[in-house]
């Protein structure tokens, strides 16, 4: 058994869930962590301007994940199903997908023998005008659910989302903070070392041999390490706060991890004084018996995705701008994406921006793309990502490990299942001793 640590970047879901199976294991970890706290991307947060808690990164359960939910059920943290209506929304006088067009998609995915990306997918067979409408749907598609760039994106990807069966959805219940919460009490009973504000700036190596330098200039060793942190950081410039510098160069690593597509998203809050279906009563029907509220709604707007939180409190609406769009505006401030918020609710709910601006109470915008220690959202599927992700999963000389939502091989990509099956499975590899080398 190894004497030295085995030093885990990044504090994460899957470096906390690397650190945990690696603990149970009775190794040694030290986890270091850019920022001042831990959960990465998962990321809740309590403002008392707001009536509930906010869900500034991960929010949802994306149906029934084994690794998720053995750990909520582990922790005895509760959750729920996702509650309210699909409503699509479009411009009025535009043409709207029709059902032909749609059993036409699902004939022509269906038939598919190779890949390649979306956008040359639609060209091949959907480039009459008579398909505008159902093009914006598979790109909206796309750069909504995968925050993709449909230059890039897989449509072999596409049609595995696309064809599934509609899973129900979850929350966890306070929020997603409560698992990372739970990981970390399980990492720190067990004797893990977890360093906040450690940020990583050169890592040198040598086969069973690893040293990580912070930018402050504090030296950690270890007999190997596990780097999680988002792709976003691997693929930056040396000039970037939180870039990393491998000595000696990993070229091979880096080249294959651009071939992953990694998206951008930012995600927008808008606190009401009271619940806007009440005085809209296009959008407070009931059928049924029961009433008719929006849970998701799909648009052509600016911001063309956003949901309540019905009912939990239904007076917050949360929009999101993903893929191509976000990364467009990424040098936008938070005054040009309140704007786009307001006036895209205005053309969505056909009230005035000053009707909104007034029953408005508090606003934030959580900007991804700008966080340096993200710089995006999560990975999405090319043609490459296959080839990439498996040299990416053979270690450097049994030294150094990949791990992370971006690594993950299973169904579940771009979650925070993928993110905890990809540290549960490294985590697995080191103690088992199995493992494809370079």
Known sequence: MDEQPILIIGAGASGLMAARE????????????????????????HDPSFFSH????????HGRLPVTLSLLKEGNI?????????????????????????????????QLTADQTADDFLRAHFSGEQYSALRDTVRGFIRGYD????????????????????????????????????????????????????????????????????SSGEQFSGSRIIITVPLGILLSSGQEKSSIIFSPAIDGKLQAAKEIGYGSVVK?????????????????QVKNGHPFI???????????????????????????????????????????????????????????????????ISSKIAHWTRDPFTLGSYSYETIASGMARAVLNMSVENTIFFAGEAFYTGKHKGTVEAALGSGLAVAKRITGYKDQTE
Not at 26 to 45: M, S, Y
Not at 95 to 110: G, I, K, S, Y
Request: glycine share 8%.
């Open 78 to 110: 509760s959750y729920c199903p996702v509650q309210g209506t699909f409503w699509q929304i479009n411009r009025e006088g535009k043409p709207t997908v029709t059902e032909n067009h749609l059993q036409l998609l699902t004939r022509e995915l269906d």
């Open 54 to 61: 906010l869900e500034l990164g991960a929010e949802f359960i």
């Open 22 to 45: 690696l603990l149970k294991a009775g190794r040694k970890v030290i986890v270091l962590e850019a920022n001042d706290r831990a959960g990465g991307r998962i990321h809740t947060v």
């Open 268 to 284: 927008i809050f808008l606190q009401f004084d009271h619940t806007l279906w009440n005085d809209l009563p296009e959008f407070n």
């Open 294 to 360: 929006p849970g998701f709604i799909f648009s052509e707007a600016a911001i063309p995705t956003w949901w309540t939180q019905f009912s939990d409190n239904p007076t917050l609406l949360t929009g999101w701008l993903g893929g191509t769009p976000a990364k467009q505006y990424e040098n936008e401030g938070e005054v040009f994406f309140l704007k786009a918020a307001i006036d895209s609710l205005s053309a969505i709910l056909k009230v005035t921006p000053g009707w909104l601006k007034e029953k408005l």
């Open 147 to 214: 925050t993709a760039d449909t230059s890039r994106a897989s449509i072999l990807a596409f049609r595995e989302e696309w064809l599934d069966e509609e899973e129900e959805q979850y929350r966890v219940s306070g929020g997603y903070i409560k698992l990372i919460d739970f990981l970390l009490s399980e990492c720190t009973s067990k004797g893990a070392f977890i360093y906040f504000s450690k940020i990583i700036k050169k890592i040198g190596w040598q086969k069973g041999k690893v040293t990580a330098l912070t």
